[in-house]
């Protein structure tokens, strides 16, 4: 028998990229291993419960489970899962968080996203239970601070390197839909997807501002196979991307999209503001969240989930408050909101330099600080899911669990 629910959500941190480090030596970075989820995850699973939280973003570390093609190791998965199928936790399973094995070596590597649907498929007949997945996590963000920003993995700065790395993203992204739908024909896909604008500080750079905001659809366009602008068209013919890998991924858009609820992140770094020269900085929040998921809502017209949020205190309960605010209003004029999410349930670290300095510095985004003590945000959390969860959820819209 299904239930309807809306899915108020937290998520555990589990990004996982390379960096390169002064001495031109790579390392990997680990959130999880950071902020002590290893040690401490039952006890991490347990404050999901407390704060009446039924729906967790997780994704097992993709680069400790895939060893080789064709050979995983599932010895942690087995024992995370179990447990918030205990505790009746609903999982929204994040599979690839920025990262990818050693083996493969970074998203430059076109035969990865095979490999990548081989251990979706392979992970979804091991978990048959499980129904929520974010196949590749902010296909966007990974593949410009791998290929375009050159901060992560491959640690590229060109245009080329940012269409190699998207397309491969991408590809595996549905490779990976296509594969689990087989397993599990009533998987849901929640494409967690950072949602960007970019603003125009004079004139002069409108053109270049009207690309780039072409250019920040290109995941989505790519995965639900909607068809781009003439110019970003030629952009990815000019960068490597061929006709044939183009017209491929329209052909798959009615295999998978029936199942996607489109997820938007947003946080206060996600509007920018180029300049004259080309550059750009952070804008700071001008639109905010609901003016740019409506942009994006009515590029796709698919179900909607707040999939990311958050700010360091002591402004984090007050971009709560804001964040639900503008969700409500979207709801409230007919945009089919599923659920929101503060993320993530503890601190995270480093993330002040978007990983790249192995620093140490503890970010305070959480719901409860690294001591697993509640912050003010995570006791404001609390209360409005105790207030809205009743009210919510017998409003028309929400997804089944079956």
């Given at each position: 028998m299904s239930k309807n629910r809306f899915m108020f959500s937290t998520g555990i941190e589990n990004s996982y990229p390379m960096i390169?480090?002064?001495?031109?030596?790579?390392?990997?970075?680990?959130?999880?291993?950071k902020c002590g989820?290893?040690?401490?995850?039952?006890?991490?699973?347990?404050?999901?419960?407390?704060?009446?939280?039924?729906f967790l973003r997780y994704g097992a570390p993709y680069y400790r489970v895939h060893v080789a093609p064709g050979k995983y190791d599932w010895s942690f998965s087995d024992d995370v899962f179990?447990?918030?199928?205990?505790?009746?936790?609903?999982?929204?399973?994040?599979?690839?968080?920025?990262?990818?094995?050693?083996?493969?070596?970074?998203?430059?590597?076109?035969?990865?996203p095979r490999y990548f649907a081989e251990y979706a498929s392979a992970f979804a007949e091991r978990y048959p239970h499980l129904q929520f997945y974010t196949p590749v996590n902010e296909i966007f963000i990974a593949a410009m601070f791998s290929g375009q920003y050159g901060w992560w993995n491959e640690c590229q700065s060109s245009d080329r390197a940012f269409v190699t790395a998207l397309k491969n993203l991408s590809k595996a992204n549905v490779l990976a839909m296509q594969a689990?739908?087989?397993?599990?024909?009533?998987?849901?896909?929640?494409?967690?997807?950072?949602?960007?604008y970019f603003h125009a500080e004079?004139?002069?750079?409108?053109?270049?501002?009207?690309?780039?905001?072409?250019?920040?659809?290109?995941?989505?366009?790519?995965?639900?196979?909607?068809?781009?602008?003439?110019?970003?068209?030629?952009?990815?013919?000019?960068?490597?991307m061929s006709d044939d890998e183009y017209t491929w991924f329209g052909k798959q858009q009615l295999k998978v999209k029936s199942n996607c609820i489109m997820g938007n992140d947003y946080y206060i770094t996600n509007e920018h503001l180029v300049h004259s020269d080309g550059s750009t900085s952070p804008s700071g929040e001008i639109f905010g969240y609901y003016v740019i998921t409506h942009q994006y809502f009515r590029r796709y017209k698919i179900p909607v989930m707040h999939t990311e949020t958050n700010i360091t205190e002591p402004f984090s309960v007050h971009w709560l408050k804001k964040q639900w605010a503008n969700l409500c209003r979207l709801k409230m004029d007919g945009v089919p909101i599923t659920g929101f999410t503060w993320y993530s349930l503890t601190d995270q670290v480093d993330w002040d330099s978007a990983l790249r300095n192995d620093a140490g510095n503890?970010?305070?985004?959480?719901?409860?600080?690294?001591?697993?003590?509640?912050?003010?945000?995570?006791?404001?959390?609390?209360?409005?899911?105790?207030?809205?969860k009743d009210v919510i959820e017998k409003e028309s819209y929400g997804v089944h669990l079956f």
């Amino acid at each position: 028998m299904s239930k309807n629910r809306f899915m108020f959500s937290t998520g555990i941190e589990n990004s996982y990229p390379m960096i390169k480090l002064e001495d031109g030596t790579r390392k990997r970075i680990d959130e999880m291993e950071k902020c002590g989820h290893y040690k401490r995850w039952k006890e991490d699973f347990a404050l999901v419960n407390e704060m009446g939280i039924e729906f967790l973003r997780y994704g097992a570390p993709y680069y400790r489970v895939h060893v080789a093609p064709g050979k995983y190791d599932w010895s942690f998965s087995d024992d995370v899962f179990a447990e918030m199928e205990r505790l009746k936790i609903t999982p929204i399973v994040d599979l690839c968080h920025f990262g990818v094995p050693d083996w493969v070596g970074d998203f430059q590597n076109t035969d990865w996203p095979r490999y990548f649907a081989e251990y979706a498929s392979a992970f979804a007949e091991r978990y048959p239970h499980l129904q929520f997945y974010t196949p590749v996590n902010e296909i966007f963000i990974a593949a410009m601070f791998s290929g375009q920003y050159g901060w992560w993995n491959e640690c590229q700065s060109s245009d080329r390197a940012f269409v190699t790395a998207l397309k491969n993203l991408s590809k595996a992204n549905v490779l990976a839909m296509q594969a689990i739908m087989r397993v599990k024909p009533d998987a849901q896909f929640i494409q967690s997807e950072s949602s960007e604008y970019f603003h125009a500080e004079n004139p002069n750079v409108r053109p270049l501002c009207e690309f780039l905001n072409q250019k920040r659809f290109l995941s989505l366009d790519l995965t639900y196979g909607h068809s781009v602008d003439v110019s970003v068209y030629k952009y990815l013919m000019a960068n490597g991307m061929s006709d044939d890998e183009y017209t491929w991924f329209g052909k798959q858009q009615l295999k998978v999209k029936s199942n996607c609820i489109m997820g938007n992140d947003y946080y206060i770094t996600n509007e920018h503001l180029v300049h004259s020269d080309g550059s750009t900085s952070p804008s700071g929040e001008i639109f905010g969240y609901y003016v740019i998921t409506h942009q994006y809502f009515r590029r796709y017209k698919i179900p909607v989930m707040h999939t990311e949020t958050n700010i360091t205190e002591p402004f984090s309960v007050h971009w709560l408050k804001k964040q639900w605010a503008n969700l409500c209003r979207l709801k409230m004029d007919g945009v089919p909101i599923t659920g929101f999410t503060w993320y993530s349930l503890t601190d995270q670290v480093d993330w002040d330099s978007a990983l790249r300095n192995d620093a140490g510095n503890v970010n305070s985004l959480g719901l409860y600080d690294l001591d697993r003590k509640i912050r003010p945000v995570g006791i404001e959390y609390k209360n409005l899911i105790k207030q809205w969860k009743d009210v919510i959820e017998k409003e028309s819209y929400g997804v089944h669990l079956f």
